[in-house]
């Protein structure tokens, strides 16, 4: 029977791409030559994969990188640049056409090349490198990814711009949404005097977990209810998937008195991992962490005196500009009647389809569409704005301590981002790295009409108005997508959808529940399972459970209730019945927001709903008989029956256990389009997950840490990162899931790469 089994490998990797796969992976040692170098480099892996670049400058370093990105993660690469530019149709045909045409209107390839030949020329000279380090990669492998064989595609030539449009997929990953948010709100401006407005949508609350301790005072319940109240109920809520923690304590808290960090940036989970591990050193300079396949930079990491770490800020960065028609192809402005600018963009798709769209730009930004009363609007992001986009990060590899840093974060071009620093003199700083526009005579928070006299936009604070804390009196810092900071700092941030607070209120309390940490009690931290926020739930949950008739299943319930121990762990059966109730109580309270988006195009609860905590627990106390759902007598009667019907539907599941039901499905790009068999070759194994959105260990099922990094700078031999997947992206690379099952369960791995397995050395 084996030999049949071998026999039928062997024919299936005679005849199919999984030959290309096979033989397709990356050279992991001999000598290679590379033109272009300036000295010999040599290239170091470890048993996982991991290279140790030994280059003698920044040059060979980055023509280095792009050779060994290609060689492992070309097909990753290729899509970040399509995905950014409006390409992707021409890969994968027609299904990607409206995406095409929405990312279109965004002309990031255009401006990605004006960026190119404005920039810098040092800077111009290592995207350069970068580029023909990847190209030599991509024509040394034996023949093409094999993902280009599934979609009968070649692939096509790295260029410096790519590498900006790379940085433009992470805006629209990270920021991509501001636009939906903004209209929504605008849309809900039209149902909702201020007081509703108020109750129904809160800045925050007592969860928050400002670094100024700051907090909103909570909103009245509103004197009238809300007209459309009385909509159908809604299916239940969706679950929030907010992005990224990160902390740091000084000195004063480890044994040698160095600060430490950690970080862990919560996204949308693939294989292979959006993030390359890399080291290297240059002469006595060296550097570890994290590198962003398509770039040359060292995204997160340690340089021996500093490390750092990114989570996303959620501040507002993103304006909905009302555009008013002046007649003859023009409109308005401060300054008078201006010309629209069409630009023509022709998208293809591999079917050979073709179509030309003609992009109407404005000073502001592109026309995006109407607004929900009716007016034209365009966007203006600091993605569109000349320096939105840069390779700045790549300087930080150079800074000696944490006030470099805070100096370099203002000129960043990225998705604008709470920094976290930390270094070996022990300093603990906190900024926004990335551009934050500096709005005049408007807020930021509805659309705005900037032909008007008193108001306007300019692309960039000064970076004196960059709000900063450096070594706190506590020693700590603490970030994890929520409101950082209140008053006049705050009104300049903007509030572009702030997660709630308990995470980050949780990793606060965590760090100052001791006043000594080492490596391993951070990386603990990562996998922490409490929640909270679902405290009250349970409570909740217990007291209707006590007036329930003593049938078996509410008894069950009770007791799985009462003795639950407070966290998302993967075997509570209590867990799952606690979340469940939560998630219906939303999506039936909050019924007439979710509906809109069935009724009103264009409108997104899930952009809006943020902070819907604060007023769902204010009704369930207060209980006011006029917003009390349709259908319902009472609040009372309410809580009897949705009790009552998770009870039920636990039971009707088999009591099951949270892994049981939330479990990680990561899964390769093209998978989806492939016959189970052969798909599951591609994709992550699925895993019960314990965590939750609202832990600090943040788990869905594709979506959580695509990193864990903990590290003290100048003791990077204790450094602890794991991450999803592996170094390659071939699945018959042994590295293709190397390191995935220990960042599943929690085991680490060093950061620095180990004894050298192979031995690569590229030569000019």
């Known amino acids: 029977m084996k030999w049949r089994i071998g026999a039928l490998i062997l024919a299936l990797l005679a005849v199919s791409p999984l030959a290309v796969m096979y033989f397709n992976t990356a050279k992991l040692d001999g000598t290679v030559k590379l033109p272009g170098l300036n000295a010999p480099v040599a290239v170091n892996r470890d048993n996982r994969g991991v290279p140790l670049i030994l280059a003698k400058n920044q040059l060979d370093l980055a023509q280095t990188l792009g050779y060994l990105h290609a060689q492992d993660r070309f097909f990753q690469m290729d899509l970040l640049r399509r995905l950014s530019a409006g390409e992707l149709a021409a890969l994968v045909g027609d299904k990607a056409l409206d995406h095409d045409r929405d990312i279109r209107r965004h002309r990031f390839r255009a401006r990605a090349e004006a960026a190119i ?223 629209f600018t069409d630009h023509p963009e022709t998208i293809q798709s591999s079917s050979g389809h073709s179509e030309t769209l003609v992009v109407k730009d404005t000073q502001w930004g592109p026309l995006m569409g109407t607004l929900p009363d009716g007016r034209p609007y365009a966007q203006l992001w600091t993605a569109q704005q000349p320096g939105g986009v840069n390779i700045n990060l790549m300087k930080l590899v150079d800074c000696p301590d944490v006030s470099c840093a805070l100096a370099l974060a203002p000129t960043m071009g990225i998705p604008t981002q709470n920094m976290m620093v930390a270094d070996t003199r022990g300093n603990v700083a906190w900024t926004l790295a990335g551009p934050i526009p500096e709005r005049l005579g408007y807020s930021g928070l509805a659309p705005v009409d900037l032909s008007q006299a008193g108001v306007s936009w300019q692309d960039r604070l000064p970076a004196s108005a960059y709000p900063r804390r450096i070594n706190p009196p506590s020693g700590r810092i603490w970030s994890a997508n929520q409101r950082m900071l209140g008053g006049a700092e705050l009104s300049r941030i903007g509030d572009g959808g702030y997660v709630l607070g308990e995470r980050a209120g949780r990793i606060r309390d965590l760090l100052k529940s001791q006043n000594l940490w080492d490596e391993k009690g951070f990386f603990a931290m990562q996998y922490d399972n409490k929640v909270p926020v679902y405290d009250f739930w349970a409570k909740l949950l217990a007291n209707e459970l006590s007036q329930m008739p003593p049938s078996p299943d509410f008894v069950k319930a009770r007791r799985l209730v009462d003795e639950w121990d407070g966290t998302a762990a993967s075997g509570s059966q209590a867990f799952v019945m606690i979340h469940d109730f939560r998630q219906a109580m939303l999506g039936l309270v909050f019924a007439p927001f979710y509906n809109l988006d069935k009724t009103l195009p264009g409108f997104d609860a899930a952009s809006i709903d943020n902070q819907w905590e604060y007023p769902l627990r204010q009704l369930l106390s207060q209980q006011p008989p006029a917003m009390l759902p349709k259908g319902y007598e009472s609040w009372q009667g309410l809580l009897s029956e949705q009790t009552a019907r998770q009870v039920t539907r636990t039971a009707e599941a088999g009591w099951p256990t949270w892994g049981s039901v939330h479990q990680s499905h990561i899964r390769h790009p093209l998978s989806a389009a492939l016959p189970n068999w052969l798909a599951r070759y591609l994709d992550a194994p699925v895993s019960p997950q314990s965590g939750d959105s609202y832990a600090v260990h943040v788990t869905g099922t594709a979506f959580g840490a695509s990193e864990r990094l903990v590290v003290t700078p100048g003791r990077e031999d204790r450094g602890i990162l794991v991450m999803p997947g592996g170094q390659s992206g071939n699945p018959f690379s042994p590295y293709y899931l190397s390191g995935h099952q220990d960042w599943q369960d929690g085991n680490p791995e060093p950061l620095m790469p180990q004894e050298a397995r192979w031995q690569l050395t590229l030569t000019p």
Request: aromatic content about 10%; overall charge negative; charged content about 15%.
């Open 117 to 339: 030949s404005a920039m810098a020329p040092q800077d111009r000279a290592l995207l350069v490198a970068y580029s023909n380090g990847v190209n030599k990669g991509l024509a040394d492998l034996l023949t093409k990814p094999f993902e280009y064989w599934l979609l009968r595609q070649a692939p096509r030539q790295w260029r410096p711009e790519d590498s900006l449009l790379v940085i433009d997929s992470m805006y629209l990953d990270l920021q991509g949404n501001a636009a939906k948010r903004e209209w929504s709100l605008a849309a809900i401006s039209q149902r909702l005097d201020d007081q509703q407005k108020a109750f129904w949508f809160p800045f925050g609350g007592r969860f928050d977990a400002a670094l100024d301790s700051t907090f909103p005072q909570p909103a009245p319940l509103p004197k009238t209810g809300w007209p459309d109240m009385q909509a159908p109920p809604a299916s239940p809520a969706p679950e929030q998937a907010p992005g990224s923690n990160g902390w740091a304590v000084a000195g004063r808290f480890t044994n040698d008195g160095a600060a430490m960090l950690a970080s862990d940036m919560h996204l949308s989970l693939r294989v292979p991992n959006i993030w390359y591990r890399m080291a290297a050193r240059i002469g006595d300079n060296m550097e570890v962490g994290l590198t962003l396949p398509g770039t040359p930079a060292l995204v997160v990491g340690s340089n021996g005196h500093i490390a750092w770490g990114f989570t996303n800020s959620y501040g507002d960065f993103s304006d909905l500009v009302v555009v008013s028609d002046a007649g003859n192809n023009q409109y308005q402005t401060s300054a008078g009647p201006k010309a």
